[in-house]
């Protein structure tokens, strides 16, 4: 059983950079396909960027993409989110989840994903 805990959220400027860190306890992480998603009042969770076991194959939500880059160290048991220029639109609370399903692909539904981290807020003023 993996478990999961995220850090690294805070309050930012547009414009200002942020590195989210899941940290996962248990045997499976490292062949286990991993996602960040995040959620705003009132909307549903969204997905944001997946990645598979090994970190070789990642995928992002078009609002994005050019701007955030996911990452896994198996060694560490850690996944990332490195979050570029940054919006106000990019607020919201960030969940970082795994999946029991196959690890080699990338998931972009949260019905997809099993286990969930409680969540870090971003807060982007402008």
């Known amino acids: 059983q993996v478990q999961l805990v995220e850090s690294g959220g805070g309050l930012l400027q547009a414009g200002d950079s942020l590195r989210l860190s899941c940290a996962a306890s248990?045997?499976?992480?490292?062949?286990?396909?991993m996602g960040w998603f995040r959620q705003v009042p009132g909307k549903e969770r969204e997905f944001v960027a997946g990645?598979?076991?090994?970190?070789?194959?990642?995928g992002y939500a078009d609002s994005v993409k050019g701007r955030f880059t996911v990452s896994k160290d198996n060694a560490k048991t850690t996944m990332y989110l490195e979050m570029n220029s940054l919006k106000p639109e990019d607020t919201a609370i960030y969940y970082c989840?795994?999946?029991?399903?196959?690890?080699?692909?990338?998931?972009?539904?949260?019905?997809?994903?099993?286990?969930w981290g409680q969540g870090t807020q971003v807060t982007v003023s402008s």
């Open positions: 989840a795994a999946t029991y399903y196959s690890g080699a692909y990338i998931y972009t539904n949260a019905a997809e994903y099993n286990l």
């Open positions: 248990g045997r499976t992480f490292s062949s286990s396909a």
């Open positions: 990645i598979n076991w090994t970190g070789g194959r990642t």
